[in-house]
């Protein structure tokens, strides 16, 4: 399944990782998400020139990113065209949870699979990186093409993709195998981490940080569960924390649908 996935979505870039397409994945009533209109990636400083010259293809509208102030400072955001860029920290610009800001001693031997699914569980209620999100995704017809991005594109932006894969009507085992997608794109980035960590810790500490970071279904399962506990259903999700009803989420549908 993964395998079939990644040439036909990954996009030809050379100086970044993860820029995926998000479209063409089927919906429950049988349509599929277009192509050309939602785009996930990790971080974009190491746009090369050529890959500006393709994106610009694509005639992109908005870029929105994820990161903390500091992050995004270090690597920031390259200009493709004329579009809109916005960013709003998913986890704060206290640096209380995003990796980077991490002292990475700290962050490599207290890592856990339960703590870091813990946090994926916090993520998606009331943050209000999310909320503005979801008020563009509302707008498409005015913000779409659209590039939502974080630092590898996989913990904070797959939260961001599941919650707009959910609102086009996607079936979350779709979701969770598009999220888990990233862990094939990202080996080479996966590989600097574990890199890093070997400086701080080895043998069996460092075999299970390389174990628990890579990718878990649990991980998106767990965003899933907690919108699912605190509002009991999507619909009712997408009413209290983004104001977006039956009706506007048709509209969004019938515009990203085909």
Not at 118 to 140: F, G, K
């Given at each position: ?8 979505r ?22 599929r ?6 785009f ?29 102030r ?50 994926y ?7 209000a ?107 009712h ?22």
């Amino acid at each position: 399944m993964e395998g079939k996935v990644l040439p036909e979505r990954l996009l030809p870039l050379e100086g970044v990782f993860n820029f995926r397409d998000m479209g063409g994945l089927k919906t429950r009533d049988g349509r599929r998400v277009k192509k050309g209109l939602i785009f996930r990636a990790a971080e974009l400083t190491g746009l090369t020139a050529g890959d500006i010259d393709y994106l610009k293809e694509l005639k992109i509208r908005y870029i929105y990113d994820y990161r903390d102030r500091e992050e995004a400072a270090l690597k920031p955001d390259p200009w493709i065209g004329h579009e809109k860029h916005e960013r709003i920290a998913v986890n704060g610009e206290d640096r209380t949870t995003a990796h980077s800001e991490w002292d990475p001693e700290t962050f490599y031997k207290t890592f856990t699979r339960e703590n870091f699914t813990q946090i994926y569980a916090q993520m998606p209620i009331q943050n209000a990186s999310y909320q503005r999100m979801m008020s563009l995704v509302a707008q498409p017809e005015h913000n779409f093409p659209f590039v939502h991005h974080c630092t590898g594109g996989r913990d904070r932006t797959g939260v961001g993709a599941m919650l707009i894969l959910k609102t086009l009507g996607v079936p979350d085992d779709a979701i969770i195998d598009d999220y888990m997608v990233s862990n094939q794109t990202l080996s080479a980035y996966h590989e600097e981490m574990f890199e890093e960590a070997s400086q701080y810790i080895s043998g069996a500490a460092l075999k299970c940080f390389e174990d628990g970071f890579l990718l878990h279904e649990e991980f998106l399962e767990a965003s899933m569960q907690s919108i699912s506990e605190t509002y009991g259903t999507f619909e009712h999700y997408l009413n209290a924390e983004f104001g977006i009803t039956g009706h506007a989420r048709e509209k969004i549908q019938n515009f990203c649908l085909e």
